[in-house]
């Protein structure tokens, strides 16, 4: 089956940094997006890896490593803003995406 | 440009009952997906379309009906609604399927079935 995990609920301070881990096992592989979702909204896009390594813009930098399934977002200079949920999602091999249940991420002053 | 929009936004249904939400984006998109968004679950496709009269089921199809007569509009149908379908429900679109094309979605639709 395909599968996308990734932890439930973290919390971090205001300020610092916070890395938040994805690993799949998908049938194929055609990219991996990260989106952000603050309560009750939708789901926007913050990026996208194909290619092994890592993705900065601005804040938000998203890594990738195709042979161990394994993707994280870093976020630097957390702001309270920042408090929302991360879903991982990887395109499988018919161009669908796969969601992870995503990762609440909580910030504290 | 408006984006995805999505009506209604709230609403509450009987069992047995049966409803449309409205999709309609203006980016001129092809591709548009219909997901579910339920507690504690990653986002579950129920039905997509690469194209106006092109429809296709997602993973959870059962419960729902789609059409697409226009590029722009993508209703998703629930007939003889049940207490399981009480969900988020979330439209998107993008410009292709493939490759780094994000998908935009719509502010979603709150459905309680009881």
């Known amino acids: 089956g395909q599968n996308i995990d990734q932890p439930t609920e973290m919390t971090a301070t205001e300020g610092a940094i916070v890395q938040i881990n994805c690993t799949y096992q998908?049938?194929?592989?055609?990219?991996l997006f990260w989106y952000q979702q603050h309560a009750g909204e939708a789901p926007t896009f913050l990026s996208y890896?194909?290619l092994d390594g890592l993705e900065e813009k601005g804040r938000f930098s998203s890594f990738l490593s195709r042979s161990k399934g394994y993707s994280y977002l870093l976020l630097k200079e957390l702001q309270m803003k920042d408090s929302a949920s991360y879903l991982c999602?990887?395109?499988?091999?018919?161009?669908?995406?796969?969601w992870g249940a995503g990762t609440k991420l909580i910030i504290k002053p | 440009n408006a984006g995805v929009t999505q009506t209604p936004k709230f609403r509450i249904l009987k069992i047995g009952q049966s409803m449309t939400l409205q999709c309609t984006q203006d980016?001129?998109?092809?591709?548009m997906y219909w997901y579910r968004q339920d507690p504690g679950m990653g986002l579950k496709l129920i039905y997509y379309?690469?194209?106006?009269?092109?429809?296709d089921k997602g993973e959870v199809p059962n419960g729902y009906n789609v059409s697409r007569s226009t590029t722009e509009d993508f209703p998703l149908r629930l007939e003889l609604a049940a207490p399981s379908q009480t969900s988020v429900y979330f439209c998107?679109?993008?410009?292709?399927?493939?490759?780094?094309?994000?998908?935009?979605f719509g502010p979603g639709t709150r459905l309680t079935v009881t």
């Open positions: 998107a679109s993008s410009y292709s399927s493939s490759g780094a094309y994000e998908q935009y």
């Open positions: 980016m001129n998109h092809n591709y």
């Open positions: 379309s690469v194209g106006a009269g092109i429809t």
């Open positions: 998908t049938s194929g592989f055609n990219g």
């Open positions: 890896n194909v």
């Open positions: 999602a990887v395109m499988d091999s018919n161009y669908q995406l796969i």
